[in-house]
C-alpha cells in the first residue's frame, strides 16, 4: 500500500519549482528618474527621453536599446508634444486616480455585501436548525461536548436572530 503523502510529493515539488521559476519575471524592474526628478518604476524599459544616468536600476537580464538617428527625431518630437500638453497630464491623472478610488470602493462594497449575504444564509440555515428542535450538542470553554440546554437553545435563536436583522436585507 503507497503511503497517500508520498504520491502527492512531485506535485508538490512541480508546483514550487513553477513558482521559483516565475519570481525571476516578477523581479524585472526598471527604476529610473523623470524629468520632474520623480522617481519612477516600471517593468518595461523607460522611454528614450531618459538619460542613462538616470536609470536607477535594470533588470539583470535587460539592455536598452538605443534609438536609431530617425526614431531618436521621431521621438523627440512625441516628448515635445507630451510636453505641450503636459498641463492637462495632471487633470487626467487626478481623473484616474478618481476612478481607481472608485473602482475600489465598489470592489470593497461587493466584498462587503457577499459577505454580508453569507453571513445572512449562515445564520438563517443555523436558525432553521435550532427551532427544528433536533438534539443538539455545544461545546464548553474547555474543550467538551455537552447536551444544549433549552435556555441555551433559546440564547442561540436569539443571537441568530440579531446576525439575521443585521445581515438580511
Not at 83 to 95: D, G
Not at 137 to 144: F, K, M, N, Y
Amino acid at each position: 500500500m503507497m503511503n497517500p503523502r508520498l504520491s502527492r510529493r512531485p506535485l508538490g515539488v512541480i508546483c514550487a519549482l513553477a513558482l521559483m521559476a516565475l519570481t525571476s519575471i516578477a523581479h524585472a524592474q526598471w527604476k529610473w528618474r523623470d524629468a520632474d526628478g520623480r522617481t519612477q518604476y516600471s517593468d518595461r524599459p523607460p522611454p528614450p527621453s531618459v538619460a542613462e544616468k538616470d536609470i536607477l536600476q535594470r533588470p539583470s537580464n535587460a539592455t536598452r536599446v538605443a534609438p536609431s538617428s530617425g526614431q531618436a527625431a521621431l521621438q523627440s518630437a512625441s516628448a515635445a508634444a507630451s510636453a505641450a500638453s503636459a498641463p492637462a497630464r495632471p487633470a487626467s491623472e487626478a481623473s484616474s486616480r478618481e476612478k481607481l478610488e472608485r473602482e475600489r470602493k465598489a470592489q470593497e462594497d461587493k466584498v462587503r455585501s457577499e459577505a454580508k449575504d453569507e453571513n445572512c444564509r449562515q445564520a438563517q440555515n443555523r436558525q432553521r436548525v435550532l427551532e427544528s428542535g433536533v438534539r443538539l450538542r455545544s461545546g464548553t470553554q474547555t474543550g467538551e461536548s455537552q447536551p444544549m440546554t433549552e435556555q441555551m437553545r433559546q440564547d442561540e435563536i436569539r443571537n441568530m436572530q440579531s446576525v439575521i436583522t443585521a445581515n438580511c436585507k
